[in-house]
């Protein structure tokens, strides 16, 4: 089969999805009822994908102030909730059926087929499997179908991390990139040989691990010059059910049309051309619950078009830039927090880290960071604060803080993952 005609199918599958999908909305779901006869939307003349640009918008406000509205089956339908961190704002609850389970799970069987994962593999999952999580559900379910080995072992604890490693030898982990950092000082510290362990790579979740050309961030350089393991990053969220994740090539996260239509749009709600920062805007196909239609995720990232050397000929998804609501103005500065967290992981007299903006006395934007040390000295000081503004050029507020404290600031009561980010503008 030829790429053009791949391609060309995708998209027909894509279209009769999306006219589904549209029926489906305007039978089912009170909010799209409401919206389409409110922008007196014709769901008839949507023939193509290029009739998107004429379907209004749903934003993460209609999630958090119309949650109930969006959900387009019974009570009694609904098999499991989850629910959305709270990063930026209040969570937001989704409903699953039965078939949104089933179509999550090929969504991670898909994503760790993608990053070269397969049934005689063992993953030691270092993440969150309660607490309305559904990444962690997903992770569990896509690995069952592929007939994979699974430790559910959840996050934390480098200790019991690595007495499970070594006694239990799983190929593979699922964890966040910087406590696979907490992993690699506890066994240098205990005398544990990386590169002799049975772990061969890393599926990354929740912090990037590469710049937008691909190349490894400071992160990504920290885990792989210290251990020899192949790095795999995702890009998902709990609203659209599904995942972009990396192949071998770690040239962008996939795209899988058949469960998603993407859209990147610059601040007019334009497509952007490829290699251009835009808004992730995504309508999910086959969610049955609590699907939607051009949702605004507020991240901006770049995509690429050309086929992957993989063989793969779907978009692909640069890391995240930022998120839109999380753009800092600091003093005629330009800020995203991954940039910050970047340049913080860089610094070698910081330990760990978490970032606050806030509102001065006329509406303007501060920057606040709350940093571990390696030690309370002058030198110290000096040389962070050197570091700061040579890459920054402008000074933030620092405020040196103790483990116990960053701990309580990055893990507040119920938190599922590190808070490295304080949003106080809102």
Avoid at 139 to 150: P, T
Wanted: proline residues 5%; glycine residues 6%.
């Amino acid at each position: 089969m030829t790429l053009n005609t791949t391609l060309a199918n995708d998209k027909l599958v894509q279209t009769k999805k999306l006219q589904q999908l549209l029926a489906y909305l305007n039978q089912s779901s009170p909010f799209y009822q409401q919206l389409f006869k409110g922008n007196r939307v014709d769901i008839s003349t949507i023939k193509s994908l290029a009739d998107l640009q004429i379907l209004p918008f749903t934003t993460k406000e209609d999630l958090q102030q119309r949650n109930n509205d969006f959900v387009c089956v019974s009570r009694d339908q609904v098999i499991e909730y989850a629910s959305t961190s709270g990063t930026l704002g209040s969570p937001v609850t989704i409903a699953l059926t039965e078939n949104d389970l089933n179509r999550l799970a090929i969504n991670e069987y898909n994503s760790f087929a993608c990053a070269d994962g397969s049934a005689t593999d063992i993953y030691q999952l270092m993440l969150t499997l309660d607490r309305q999580f559904m990444a962690g559900i997903a992770y569990y379910m896509g690995l069952r179908k592929m007939g994979a080995g699974i430790i559910r072992l959840g996050p934390g604890v480098p200790s019991l991390q690595w007495e499970t490693i070594q006694r239990l030898k799983p190929t593979a982990i699922v964890a966040v990139p910087s406590f696979i950092l907490k992993l690699i000082a506890f066994a240098k510290d205990h005398g544990i040989d990386l590169n002799q362990s049975s772990v061969k790579k890393a599926v990354c979740i929740g912090e990037n691990i590469r710049n937008t050309d691909f190349s490894y961030n400071i992160l990504g350089k920290k885990i792989t010059d210290a251990w020899d393991i192949q790095l795999y990053s995702t890009y998902a969220s709990t609203e659209m059910q599904t995942a972009f994740t990396e192949c071998s090539e770690g040239h962008g996260g996939h795209l899988q049309p058949d469960l998603l239509i993407v859209e990147l749009l610059d601040d007019n709600n334009q497509p952007v051309p490829p290699n251009t920062p835009g808004e992730v805007t995504i309508t999910t196909l086959g969610v049955e619950g609590m699907p939607l239609l051009r949702y605004k995720t507020g991240d901006i990232c770049m995509y690429h078009d050309e086929p992957c050397g993989c063989g793969r000929t779907s978009l692909r998804l640069s890391p995240i830039i930022g998120r839109k609501k999380q753009m800092i103005k600091f003093k005629g500065t330009t800020l995203y927090p991954p940039a910050l967290f970047d340049l913080l992981n860089e610094i070698e007299e910081v330990l760990d880290f978490v970032v606050e903006v806030y509102p001065n006395e006329v509406g303007l934007d501060e920057v606040l960071l709350h940093l571990l040390p390696t030690d309370q000295t002058e030198a110290t000081d000096r040389n962070i604060r050197a570091n700061l503004q040579a890459r920054l050029r402008v000074s933030p507020g620092i405020k040196y803080i103790t483990q116990p404290e960053i701990q309580k600031m990055q893990f507040p009561e119920a938190s599922r993952k590190a808070i490295k980010f304080i949003d106080k503008r809102v």
